[in-house]
């Protein structure tokens, strides 16, 4: 069984709680380093929820094409109202699941997005999504790094209204390092 957490049941209420949470410092994070990836071609941009990144990407990078998968149909619902169809293709997928091109892409989006795995499934999703990047592909992170009681919270909360049954954060750092990421 999948870490993978299904959106659906918060989708209209998701930005606000994340707001009530986090204030913006989540879309800051997420915002920082688009400058940075602003010439890639050929992105793959999984579980990003609402839209409000993948709308930002799109205006940092004005040629890319972008494959958008989320578990959560209502997530894709928001994104696309958001951001279009002009340069995405979206997928009503697990990402653990989807088949993906070998090579395919040079860059890779995880927002907030790795937490939902345990070890085992990060691994997993890390070395497939890896056969799907060509040479000198990058993968853009923002993620959780310090367990503590917030986390916990955030794990009890998402487990009670998505389905998450991910409970603690596995180290996103050791799981790319072994698979060849820096």
């Known amino acids: 069984m999948t870490g993978t957490m ?19 410092a989540l879309e800051r994070r997420r915002e920082a380093l688009l400058g940075d990836v ?15 990144a993948l709308a930002a990407l799109l205006r940092a990078n004005l040629r890319a094409t972008i494959d958008y998968v989320d578990v959560s149909a209502g997530m894709l619902e928001l994104a696309r109202a958001r951001a279009g169809d002009g340069r995405v293709r979206y997928h009503h997928a ?16 995880t927002h907030f997005f790795l937490d939902c795995f345990g070890a085992r499934d990060q691994e997993r999703l890390v070395e497939r999504v890896g056969c799907a990047l060509s040479p000198g592909a990058r993968w853009l992170v923002s993620e959780f790094r310090e367990p503590g009681l917030f986390v916990a919270m955030l794990y009890w909360f998402f487990g009670i209204t998505t389905g998450l049954r991910t409970r603690e954060l596995a180290d ?11």
Do not use: K, Q, S
């Not at 602003?38 to 999984?46: E, K, N, P, T, Y």
């Open 6 to 24: 299904n959106c659906d049941a918060i989708a209209p209420w998701y930005r606000w709680l994340e707001y009530a949470g986090f204030g913006r």
């Open 172 to 182: 996103h750092h050791e799981t790319f390092e072994r698979n060849g990421f820096r």
């Open 38 to 52: 602003a010439d890639a071609r050929r992105v793959l941009v999984l579980g990003d929820g609402d839209g409000r």
């Open 94 to 109: 697990d990402a653990l699941a989807m088949r993906f091109e070998d090579g395919a892409y040079d860059l890779v989006v």
